[in-house]
């Protein structure tokens, strides 16, 4: 049986509120595709019109980021409360732009997993190393240091994203996929002896040239898109290789 995979998307800071719109009318009007899980993590401010439009497709949607607390004096954040108030039912954590330009740690990545999955938000936690820990030898440390943190908050229930630092952005090229599946593998063994079976997607410069490897040959549960998926055709056709990928 073809293993059922996971294809989503996260559009960092991207898209006014009628352009999220535009994408998800682009990707109703696109033939369904079996055995793939569908998800968007929108913006904030498109959270609720994503959700609305896409949930009745059964895509899931996800917040970028949730804060620990459930309300509170902290300015600009947002709670899992809020973003389950919004038609989220994920919650993507620790991704490394926030790890690089907004100070999350080890610590805060744990206590947000944790209030994603006390409002039934599933977290999508990532982790990676950077390019100076990956040539120090020190990937797989970095990896299970990180996913230790987040699996701490509740072994059921957190998915992980390997995105490895120097593979995302613009300028960047994909991982190898062979490199993929052993950190991929590390991962899953952190996961295991801490009694979890966390899915590992991967992450990072995703496109429809690479996608069906990392399905195929590094044996992700699927994969975590940003720049590619930003017109909603390109997120189709992505999807529909990873499906094919996996059915064989
Ligand atoms: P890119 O696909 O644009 O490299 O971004 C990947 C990513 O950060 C997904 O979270």
Sequence with gaps: MARRIRVGT???MNKT????????????????????????????TALALVADRLRPAGVAVGAQDVH???????????????????GATMAEIGHSERRRW???TDETVAAKTAAALRHGLTPLVCVGETAAERDAGAADAVLDRQARAALAAGPAGVALAYEPV????????SADPAYARARIAELRETAA??????????GGSV????????????????VFVGR????????????????????V
Excluded: N
């Excluded at 719109?21 to 913006?43: E, H, K, S, T």
């Design 10 to 12: 996260s559009w960092k």
């Design 17 to 44: 509120r009628a352009e999220a719109a535009a994408w998800c009318d682009a990707l109703l009007a696109a033939p369904r595709i079996d055995g793939v899980d569908l998800f968007v993590m929108p913006p904030f």
């Design 68 to 86: 620990w607390e459930d309300a509170g004096a902290w300015t600009g954040a947002i709670s899992a409360l809020q973003a389950k108030d919004c």
């Design 102 to 104: 907004f100070g999350e």
């Design 166 to 173: 120097w593979a995302i952005g613009v300028g960047a090229a």
């Design 193 to 202: 002896r801490v009694g979890a079976a966390a899915p590992v997607l991967y």
């Design 207 to 222: 496109d429809e040239a690479t996608c069906a490897a990392f399905i195929a040959d590094a044996g992700a549960d699927g």
């Design 228 to 247: 590619a998926a930003l017109d909603a055709r390109r997120f189709h056709e992505i999807a529909r290789l990873c499906a094919a990928a996996a059915a």
